[in-house]
């Protein structure tokens, strides 16, 4: 069964200090990893997806294989990054089941 | 304007009583699927559909129904809803998840009594 954890409920840093949300995942082959973001009273977006090492925001995440994790970091944090943020996985192919974290909510303190 | 839609926003029901959340994007994906979000447990996924008339379970099925008869639309349908039920339903689409995000809806809070 796919699963994905996270390890922190809430990660509290501030502002201008580096910041690393933690993603690991259990998955029997390939996974495809995303992290989403919810900003307060806006709808889930998508940050990033492992597919495009890309870095939005200031935000990478790097997929590691052997520690299977996918952990979000961000070398100076904004106030602006304050949000809930969602590590997710899928089987390859673009039509699979979507498996999410719980969650990790990130206060960035001024 | 390219959006998901969901209705209603709020509903309050009681136990066993039938109801639908409607769910409609006009960007026309191939892929949608409902979630609930409980404190602490995150998002679960319910259902999902990789196209018309093709559809299969995610990690919290039970309790649910979906259909997906025209592409744009994906209701959920709760035939005898249990309090255990009530939570924070979202709606998702996307053309396909390995290169396109998926576009979320804005939520429906379901209350039942």
Same mark, same amino acid.
């Given at each position: 069964?796919?699963?994905?954890?996270?390890?922190?409920?809430?990660?509290?840093?501030?502002?201008?200090?580096?910041?690393?949300?933690?993603?690991?995942?259990?998955?029997?082959?390939?996974?495809?990893?995303?992290?989403?973001?919810?900003?307060?009273?806006?709808? =889930?977006?998508? =940050?990033?997806?492992?597919?495009?090492?890309?870095?939005?925001?200031?935000?990478?995440?790097?997929?590691?294989?052997?520690?299977?994790?996918?952990?979000?970091?961000?070398?100076?944090?904004?106030?602006?990054?304050?949000?809930?943020?969602?590590?997710?996985?899928?089987?390859?192919?673009?039509?699979?089941?979507?498996?999410?974290?719980?969650?990790?909510? =990130?206060?960035?303190?001024? | 304007?390219?959006?998901?839609?969901?209705?209603?926003?709020?509903?309050?029901?009681?136990?066993?009583?039938?109801?639908?959340?409607?769910?409609?994007?006009?960007?026309?994906?191939?892929?949608?699927?409902?979630?609930?979000?409980?404190?602490?447990?995150?998002?679960?996924?319910?259902?999902?559909?990789?196209?018309?008339?093709?559809?299969?379970?995610?990690?919290?099925?039970?309790?649910?129904?979906?259909?997906?008869?025209?592409?744009?639309?994906?209701?959920?349908?709760?035939?005898?809803?249990?309090?255990?039920?009530?939570?924070?339903?979202?709606?998702?689409?996307?053309?396909?998840?390995?290169?396109?995000?998926?576009?979320?809806?804005?939520?429906?809070?379901?209350?039942?009594?």
């Amino acid at each position: 069964a796919q699963r994905v954890t996270q390890p922190e409920k809430l990660l509290s840093v501030f502002k201008g200090a580096p910041v690393e949300l933690k993603c690991n995942y259990s998955y029997s082959g390939s996974p495809e990893l995303f992290w989403y973001v919810q900003y307060s009273r806006q709808r =889930l977006q998508l =940050l990033l997806r492992h597919i495009s090492r890309e870095s939005i925001k200031g935000f990478t995440a790097d997929l590691n294989k052997g520690e299977t994790s996918f952990h979000l970091k961000k070398p100076f944090a904004q106030e602006e990054d304050s949000a809930m943020y969602y590590c997710a996985l899928m089987g390859p192919g673009g039509y699979q089941k979507v498996t999410f974290g719980i969650g990790t909510k =990130l206060q960035v303190i001024p | 304007e390219a959006q998901v839609t969901q209705n209603p926003r709020y509903l309050i029901t009681v136990t066993g009583k039938k109801l639908t959340v409607t769910c409609s994007q006009n960007m026309n994906h191939e892929y949608m699927s409902w979630y609930r979000q409980d404190p602490g447990l995150g998002l679960r996924q319910i259902y999902y559909s990789m196209n018309v008339e093709v559809t299969d379970k995610g990690d919290v099925p039970e309790g649910y129904k979906v259909s997906r008869k025209e592409k744009r639309n994906f209701p959920l349908i709760l035939e005898s809803p249990s309090p255990n039920q009530t939570s924070l339903y979202f709606c998702a689409s996307s053309l396909d998840l390995s290169y396109n995000e998926q576009f979320f809806g804005p939520g429906t809070r379901l209350t039942v009594l």
